[in-house]
């Protein structure tokens, strides 16, 4: 017998800034993996100003958040705006997401 209801699929949840907005991350496709590793490269260069590392770190953020089974689509420019995020926050977001990522694969093994 398969109980969906005995089923719990993983989430992250991230509650934001600027009202009551929670989203239940989901697991990343392959893809995204690949640019969250980007991420250690572009946050010491991001933290200097430099506005294209700016720029790819918070479209990284929101691409991941957008990955919800809230249905809310995140833009970059929410993430300043709508949101009230930083640098600082993007770097424990990502800390946070990454250690997720990591819970799910040690619950595979």
Do not use: H, W
Not at 3 to 30: C, H
Not at 71 to 92: F, S
């Amino acid at each position: 017998m398969l109980d969906f209801t005995a089923y719990q699929k993983p989430t992250f949840t991230v509650k934001l800034r600027g009202g009551d907005t929670a989203l239940r991350l989901i697991p990343p496709s392959v893809e995204l993996v690949d640019e969250l590793q980007k991420v250690g490269e572009l946050l010491p260069d991001a933290g200097t100003g430099d506005q294209n590392a700016l720029g790819a770190v918070y479209a990284i953020a929101a691409a991941l958040m957008s990955c919800n089974r809230d249905g809310i689509t995140v833009q970059p420019a929410d993430m300043t705006g709508k949101y009230d995020l930083d640098l600082e926050d993007m770097a424990v977001f990502f800390a946070g997401y990454v250690e997720f990522i990591n819970g799910l694969s040690e619950r595979k093994n």
